[in-house]
């Protein structure tokens, strides 16, 4: 399969690859959501960390990646666009850009639909721990591949 | 050396320039059709056919009259398991309980949909699973045989993971009881030494493309004798080879499919030799390097030149991104709709995250010392950069068993 060229960049040089600790350090972190989506036996698991400072800004976010190149690059595109953004901004972030910015084929639409998925969890992560509303993933009408 | 390096013999071999050499007089100068009795041109295109006939026949132990020229593997797997069953089939047509076949879950498809065909047509199969290590014993398919059974149909050696079955001792249960037996020995003929008669084969496809031969030819030995295994036609027609496979011969792929036969008769000793210990380099250097690399399947019954490895952590589509100039198949099908792994992987009983972990290198005439250097070295690389990436590796590291987090499938 051939991959596009913004493919092949965040493959070979993937951004903001990390973590602000491991699972376990960050668990009780007030200022750190985690979102980790997928599963193994799919091939892709994607992990999203985000810090957000007091006003609600994610000032950082940093990803881990098990998946093909098309999944590497959703998530490091991910982290790339959620920086700097409030978390209600990021979570306007809907797939289809992703696959719009990346020129995803068909088959790979659920690597987009998968780091969607980690930007909200990572969000109600953090809102959970803060104690804020979150909005029910029923809301959410996208269509997995899988 | 030159990039990028071809390291996917199993999938199709670089035809060999002596094969081509052998074949370009009968696509300008005997181009007669072989089935023409009445002239030269006819003549001496038979003459080249009935040649390639001895040259194959002769690279498996068999006799030039056992052989069938067919398009290549899947039309003689096609021809010997559907031609054998409805050949022996126990009831007419439309009834049930037609017969019983016995075959394997870890089979290529070319056998498999056959199978299942079959099945929906009335005949029973037993799906024998070959556990851990992916071989077929004779034991597993002499507890499997019925009062009715047909038709065994067993692969020499897996096409994904290099396995090698018993394959003579299968053969004998199957003359003892009476039962025809088939094998899909595509990987195996051409690269290790056949004789259809010791090793107690009634049926057995294999390909040109693989044997460094040209594609779109394939053969099906028929055994004549003790016994004489008959099979209904599958395509009908002028009524060439002897009537079960009609259709013009290829000629020139045939006289090509002939000389790589010889070739390989030729060369197989010295060459397999030479493949294993490549791929022996190239699996214990890949295993020293890092840890959680895994070869699947029987640790020494395997094919010399293929080797199938899982680099646990790392996704196979993403590590085959990693190692561009290296040409070969990754167990993992996240392009394919089901996102289903390789099924073959899957049937050894290996872990999901595994079976998407997977390489399959195989290697062939051409391949180098130097060829195995660099891809080891390009691997190792690919492993370590996606490694560094992998949250799956951090869990591993962190003593965490994978397996046992419930994931959010989707």
Redesign the interface.
Known sequence: MAYSEKVIDHYQNPRNVGAFGSSSEVKDRKDVGVGIVGAPECGDVMQLQIKVDDDGKIEDAKFKCFGCGSAIASSSLATEWIKGKSVDEALEIKNTKIVEELALPPVKIHCSVLAEDSIRTAIEDYKKKNGQVVESAADHDHSHAH | MNLPIYMDNASTTRTDPRVIEAMLPYFTEIYGNSASRNHAFGWAAEKGVELAREQAASLIGAGPKEIVWTSGATESNNLAIKGAAQMYAKAPMGETGRGHIVTCIIEHKAVLDPCKRLEREGFDVTWLDPGADGIVTAEMVAGALREDTILVSIMWANNEIGTINDIPGIGAVCRERGVVFHTDATQWVGKMPTDVEKDNVDLLSWSGHKIYGPGGVGALYVRRRRPRVRLQAQIDGGGHERGMRSGTLNVPGIVGFGAACAICSEEMETERERLLALRLKLENELKSRMDVVEVNGHADRRLPHLTNISFG??????LM??IKDIACSSG????????E?SYVLKGLGL???LA?SSLRLSLGRWSTEEEVDFAIDAIHKAVEHLR????????HN?GVD?TKIE????
């Open positions: 952590f790392v996704e196979g589509e993403s991104m990693g993992s099908a996240c392009t394919s709709a089901s996102l792994p872990g999901d995250e998407h560094a990436l992998s949250p799956l590796y951090d869990l962190e994978i994931w959010q499938t989707h």
